[in-house]
C-alpha cells in the first residue's frame, strides 16, 4: 500500500470505513444494551479474587491441542485463544471489542475494519498485529475445519489496512451477522506457527492470548491450565471478573460412572449433569447430606435446538422421507420420559425450541410466500396441517404410532412378512445407532425393542468419543445421537448444518446429509434478512421444512443447567441469560477449609 494512502487511512479520511462511525459493540438485535464506557460485564463480580484450583472431569481422551482441524481429538483448553470480539453473555446475539478496541462497520455492509487495541499481546509478550488475524483467517478457511469456510463464505478477502487495523470485504452486502462471526474468530500468531504444519494434530502446548496458558499435560489423561499472571486484558471492561482460578485442571475417565464416582471422591470438584436419572438418584451421598457437595439447577434462557437420533441420509436406507418420519413416530417420548427420566424434560418438536423462531401452528402468510416456490417438493401437510408428534399414554404400547408407522413403511415400499420388515427384494431393514456413550443406551435399547414390534433389526454399538469422532467425521454410520445447537439469531452456521456443500465435506455439522432446495433457499433468506422480523419468518419456515421432512428422531430438552459441585466456590447471585457461567466463578477459601477437611478424612 502507497504510505500516502496509508497515512489518509488511518486518519479515517479515504477507504471503505470513512463513513461509519467506529463502535465498542455489535448486536443483531439493535443497539448493544451496554454503553461504550461499561465497567464489567453485569453477570460478573468485578471483586472476585483471583487464585485457587477448579478441577473438572471429561468422558474419553484427547491427543492434540489442535481445536481448528478435523484430526485428532483435541483436549479441553478453553480460555487460550482470544477472540476479536466477546459475547456478553446475559444479552443475545450481542459482542462487545475485545482484542479489538474499535469495529467499524463499512457502509451498507460492504465489509468492517477492527482496530486491534495496542495492548494485546500474546502470552510470550509479542504483539498481537493485523497480520495475525489475516493470517489466522486466510489459514483456517484454507485448512481449517469445514465450519470455518461455510462461515467465512461470504468474505471476498482479509487485507492490512496498517499494524493494527484489519479490513475484511464481503461479497455481497446482505448478510449482517458477517461483522458479528468474524468478531469471533480467535486470533493464533502467525510467527508461532511458522515451520509447523498445520493440518497435523498438535501434541505441544500451543501460544495463545488469553487467559490462560497450558501449563502441564498427559496426552489422554490430564491437562492443567495455568491463569496467566499479567493477562494483557485483566483489566478490561470484557475481562473484569473473569477467569478467577489459578488453574483449571481437566481430567480424563473412560466413561462417565467412573467420572461421577471421582466427583463423590473429591477427585474432580465440578460437574454439568445431564442424565435425569443421575440428577435425581446419584446424589444422596453423605456429602450432599451434610452440604458439602451442592447440587444446582441454574435456569437459562437460551435456544436449546435440536437433540435427537439423526438418520444419515446419505445411506440408501433412509432417504424416502416416509421411512424417516415412520422411525420417528415408533420412538416413545412418554414412557421414556416417564421411566427414565423422572418426567425432567419437555418434548422437544422444534429444531429452534425454547424460542420465537420455532414454527407453530400453520404457515403465516410470510411463511408461505418463502414456501409456495417449493410446494411440489414438500410434503403437503406441511401447508395445511400443525406438525405435531405422537402423544402416547406412557404404557409403551404405543399401538396407534406403530399402526401410523407402518401405513408410512407400506407407502415406501416395505411390507412384513414372515415377522420381518422387508424391501420388495426380500432384504429386512436393518440399520445400526452409533452411541459415544454409554449413558444412551438407555434410550437406544427401548427404541430397538419398539423398532423390532415391526420386523426392523436395529442394533446400538457404542465407541469411545475419539472413534465416534471419526466415524462421525467421516459419516461412516446410520443412525446416531447427536445435538444441534441454535442461537438467537440464526446465520451463517445454518448452511453448515442443512447445506448441500457441508452435506459432501467430511467433518461438517450436516449429520443428516441434509440437501434439499427449499432448505437451501430458506437459508438465504435468513442471511439476507434485512429485519429482525424477516428474520423469523425465515427461520420458521426453514424450521417446518427440516420437521417435515423428519430427519431427525426428536428427543428433549431442558430449560436449567444442572451442576454438582463442591461448596468451595463462588459465583454471582444474579441469574445469567446462558445459566452456567463457569468463567465468572471464583475460589472461596474460606469455604475450601472446610470440604478439604471433609476430603482429607474420607467423609
Not at 139 to 158: F, M, N, S
Request: a neutral charge.
Amino acid at each position: 500500500m502507497r504510505p500516502i494512502l496509508l497515512f489518509f487511512m488511518l486518519l479515517g479520511l479515504v477507504g471503505p470505513a470513512r463513513a461509519q462511525t467506529p463502535v465498542h459493540g455489535l448486536s443483531l438485535l439493535g443497539t448493544p444494551q451496554l454503553p461504550a464506557n461499561f465497567p464489567y460485564f453485569p453477570y460478573v463480580n468485578p471483586d472476585a479474587p483471583k487464585g485457587g484450583d477448579l478441577v473438572l472431569g471429561a468422558v474419553g481422551s484427547f491427543d492434540s491441542f489442535h481445536p481448528f482441524i478435523v484430526r485428532g481429538s483435541p483436549a479441553a483448553i478453553n480460555g487460550i485463544f482470544d477472540t476479536l470480539m466477546r459475547p456478553n453473555q446475559d444479552e443475545p446475539e450481542a459482542y462487545y471489542g475485545h482484542l479489538a478496541g474499535a469495529i467499524i462497520v463499512w457502509p451498507e455492509n460492504q465489509g468492517v475494519t477492527f482496530v486491534l487495541r495496542p495492548e494485546a499481546r500474546f502470552n510470550d509478550g509479542s504483539k498481537v498485529t493485523a497480520d495475525d488475524v489475516v493470517w489466522t483467517f486466510n489459514t483456517l478457511r484454507e485448512q481449517g475445519r469445514p465450519r470455518y469456510r461455510q462461515y467465512y463464505a461470504d468474505v471476498a478477502e482479509a487485507v492490512v489496512e496498517a499494524p493494527d487495523r484489519v479490513g475484511f470485504r464481503f461479497k455481497n452486502t446482505t448478510n449482517r451477522e458477517l461483522p458479528l462471526i468474524l468478531g469471533q474468530l480467535p486470533v493464533l500468531p502467525k510467527a508461532w506457527w511458522q515451520g509447523r504444519d498445520f493440518t497435523k494434530p498438535l501434541t505441544e502446548a500451543p501460544l495463545g492470548s488469553g487467559p490462560y496458558r497450558v501449563a502441564e499435560f498427559e496426552l489422554g489423561r490430564s491437562v492443567t491450565l495455568a491463569r496467566v499472571p499479567n493477562y494483557w486484558a485483566q483489566d478490561l471492561p470484557t475481562g473484569k471478573g473473569l477467569a478467577n482460578f489459578d488453574r483449571i485442571r481437566t481430567e480424563y475417565f473412560r466413561d462417565d460412572t467412573i467420572a461421577l464416582q471421582a466427583l463423590k471422591a473429591g477427585q474432580i470438584d465440578f460437574r454439568q449433569e445431564t442424565s435425569s436419572k443421575t440428577w435425581a438418584t446419584a446424589y444422596d451421598f453423605p456429602a450432599v447430606e451434610k452440604g458439602w457437595v451442592k447440587k444446582e439447577a441454574l435456569p437459562h434462557r437460551l435456544p436449546t435446538g435440536m437433540q435427537g437420533f439423526f438418520m444419515n441420509t446419505r445411506r440408501p436406507i433412509f432417504q424416502d422421507a416416509r421411512v424417516r418420519q415412520a422411525l420417528a413416530l415408533v420412538f416413545d417420548f412418554e414412557w421414556v420420559n416417564a421411566n427414565l427420566f423422572y418426567g425432567a424434560y419437555a418434548r422437544t418438536t422444534s429444531y429452534f425450541s425454547n424460542s420465537e423462531l420455532a414454527a407453530t401452528g400453520l404457515p403465516s402468510p410470510a411463511e408461505r410466500a418463502l414456501l409456495e416456490p417449493f410446494r411440489a417438493k414438500l410434503p403437503p401437510g406441511l401447508f395445511t396441517e400443525e406438525f405435531k408428534l405422537p402423544v402416547s399414554d406412557a404404557s409403551g404400547n404405543n399401538r396407534t404410532a406403530l399402526r401410523q408407522a407402518l401405513v408410512l413403511l407400506k407407502g415406501a415400499g416395505w411390507e412384513i412378512k414372515d415377522l420381518k420388515l422387508v424391501n420388495a427384494a426380500g432384504t429386512q431393514m436393518s440399520f445400526e445407532i452409533l452411541l459415544s456413550q454409554p449413558a444412551m443406551e438407555r434410550v437406544a435399547l427401548p427404541y430397538v425393542q419398539w423398532l423390532a414390534r415391526m420386523g426392523i433389526d436395529a442394533r446400538v454399538r457404542t465407541v469411545d468419543p475419539a472413534q465416534y469422532q471419526r466415524l462421525s467425521d467421516s459419516y461412516d454410520f446410520d443412525m446416531t445421537d447427536g445435538v444441534i445447537g441454535e442461537s438467537d439469531s440464526p446465520g451463517n452456521e445454518q448452511t453448515g448444518f442443512w447445506g448441500c456443500d457441508a452435506a459432501k465435506l467430511d467433518g461438517s455439522d450436516n449429520v443428516a446429509g441434509v440437501c434439499h432446495p427449499a432448505v437451501e433457499a430458506m437459508i438465504k433468506h435468513i442471511l439476507l434478512a434485512p429485519d429482525r422480523a424477516s428474520l423469523v419468518t425465515a427461520t420458521r419456515a426453514l424450521d417446518r421444512v427440516l420437521l417435515w421432512n423428519w430427519y431427525a428422531v426428536p428427543h428433549w430438552h431442558n430449560q436449567a443447567s444442572w451442576v454438582v459441585h463442591w461448596d468451595r466456590f463462588g459465583h454471582p447471585a444474579k441469574p445469567v441469560r446462558v445459566g452456567l457461567a463457569i468463567d465468572a466463578w471464583w475460589f472461596d477459601a474460606g469455604r475450601a477449609i472446610v470440604t478439604d477437611a471433609a476430603r482429607a478424612a474420607g467423609k
